[in-house]
């Protein structure tokens, strides 16, 4: 059994508490909060211990490797003094908000064989991996177009959209990293535009954007179309669509259940999309900690490395330097 930590105890970091816990190669050694309360209601709930730091955590020879699900900003951090205790590391993203400490952070793990997973567990939903399969397969014939829907149910409140770091960086980079999983290359020319069509004062408050379609474009002519949106009312739409030369591959929303109603007032009635990333994403989350399992008793290193993570960043920040200059922007500009 590998033995994992978990730092960060806030809504993500109590859902990888639980999946690891549940997990049949792992189990849950201990957690950190800078709650110290919310840290010893998790342990208590699943069993694990609550430790004092993160530095007591990375000391532990009763721990194997840490799940880092703590705030945005000791990432960065806590990845390199996991790299440096010699403890593989899962970490949620983004890596950092600022594209500069990531690469300082990279600069200072180069060399290791620590293993450095980065949490884009949509790579590992079974619709989405299927439809890339498809496309490796050569069912659809050469791929031309990948359309990415992703849509929140509702707008986060204040508090979590002051820290989150801006649309781009906290919410669509994970369309980013989904966009270069299925093109197969590396996007060379962004374009974006956004703006604050839901709660237009308060996104003026924090100069913030809530509506976003970003347009990218590789080397070899392939096009992607990220469309993103802060509330959708019917639920948490996430929607990708393939198309090539030879056809098209579609994977879809979840529901509770697939029954339909007819009736005099309307016909194929359908139960709402699965309302949060949660609940939609709950088989991706434990294969992704399959694959962070896999990566610590094989000593390879892990699929989703901390590479894909700087460069969904840089695809960010190049969407954001095309927003402030109204223009097609060349992702070399930003790398």
Known sequence: MVRIAVLGCGRIG???????????????????????????????REGARAMASAEEVLASPEVDAVLIASATPTHAEYIEMA????????????IHLDLARVEACRARI????????????????????????????GEIGDLHQVIITSRDPELPPRGYLEDAGGLLRDMTIHDFDLA???????????????????????MGELDEIDTAMIVMRTASGMQCHINNSRTAVYGYDQRIELMGTKGMVQSGNRKPHEMRRYSAESIEGAEPYLFFF?????????????????AIETGEQPEVSFEDGRRALILAEAAYKSLSEKRLVQVSEIA
């Open 83 to 94: 790299v440096e205790a010699g403890k593989p590391a899962l970490c949620e993203k983004p």
């Open 180 to 202: 270069r999983y299925m093109l197969g290359e590396e996007p060379v020319e962004v374009f974006a535009v956004a703006g604050a069509l839901i709660d237009p004062v308060l």
């Open 278 to 294: 949660i609940e939609r994403y709950t088989e991706a989350f434990m294969a992704e900690i399959d694959a962070f399992v896999d």
């Open 110 to 137: 180069a060399g290791s064989s620590v293993p450095v997973q980065i949490g884009f567990n949509r790579r590992f939903d079974p619709g989405h991996r299927a439809a890339r399969n498809a496309v490796l397969a």
């Open 14 to 44: 109590q859902m990888h508490a639980a999946n690891v816990a549940r997990h049949p190669r792992a189990s849950l050694a201990m957690v950190y909060d800078i709650d110290a309360a919310a840290a010893e209601a998790v342990a208590e």
